[in-house]
T-cell receptor
Framework: GAVVSQHPSWVICKSGTSVKIECRSL??????MFWYRQFPKQSLMLMAT?????????EQGVEKDKFLINHASLTLSTLTVTSAHPEDSSFYIC????????????FGPGTRLTVL | GQNIDQPTEMTATEGAIVQINCTYQ??????LFWYQQHAGEAPTFLSY??LDGLEEKGRFSSFLSRSKGYSYLLLKELQMKDSASYLC??????????WGAGTKLIIKP
């Protein structure tokens, strides 16, 4: 159980375009999902915490107008990278939390974004 | 501030034992996780400790001392496939997960 899917697994786009990444909890309801970014050979960096039905909480330094997060249902959160630029190229990973007290996060397989 | 320290990189030999340490200073403590992450992949859960002591799961064991703010992950009978990064993460008093930078483990034949 506790499977999280992410789509697409990789995407290549031109500079200036927008890219949407979907994160779904397949067999459980997740009131909270998390979006991470990871550059090569670096650690996970939390971008934002997404709560179903409310606005996402962004980490310091993450532009909320550039990285739009929508958590419209208990099983789906989306991250839209608007007007992507080459420096946005990274590995984007989502995770979902089943239980706040236990706090284990179940990760999606990640999305490799390359902006040309 | 909140901080989690773990070595950047470790090297070990196939078949041997390796211990990866993690020390933390966080605002409160509600559990500690170890995750494994292979290059280009998402992290996968290894272990969870919330009480002091050793949790054993096959070749992997994790230890916690809350009074010392210290944990270690012990990997026995190392296999080449264990080459990965190992991430230590602590849940603080606000149930935020604080991540360490990860330890890259290199296994040599």
């Amino acid at each position: 159980g506790a499977v999280v899917s992410q789509h697409p697994s990789w995407v290549i786009c031109k500079s200036g375009t927008s890219v949407k990444i979907e994160c779904r909890s397949l067999d459980f309801q997740a009131t909270t999902m998390f979006w991470y970014r990871q550059f090569p050979k670096q650690s996970l960096m939390l971008m934002a915490t997404s709560n179903e039905g409310s606005k996402a909480t962004y980490e310091q330094g993450v532009e909320k107008d550039k990285f739009l997060i929508n958590h419209a249902s208990l099983t789906l959160s989306t991250l839209t990278v608007t007007s992507a630029h080459p420096e946005d190229s990274s590995f984007y990973i989502c995770s979902a939390r089943l239980d706040r007290a236990y706090n284990e996060q179940f990760f999606g397989p990640g999305t490799r974004l390359t902006v040309l | 501030g909140q901080n989690i320290d773990q070595p950047t990189e470790m090297t070990a030999t196939e078949g041997a034992i390796v211990q990866i340490n993690c020390t933390y200073q966080t605002s409160g403590f509600n559990g500690l996780f170890w995750y494994q992450q292979h290059a280009g992949e998402a992290p996968t859960f290894l272990s969870y400790n919330v009480l002091d002591g050793l949790e054993e799961k096959g070749r992997f064991s994790s230890f916690l001392s809350r009074s010392k703010g210290y944990s270690y992950l012990l990997l026995k009978e190392l296999q080449m496939k264990d080459s990965a990064s190992y991430l230590c993460a602590v849940t603080d008093s606000n149930y935020q997960l604080i991540w360490g930078a990860g330890t890259k483990l290199i296994i040599k034949p």
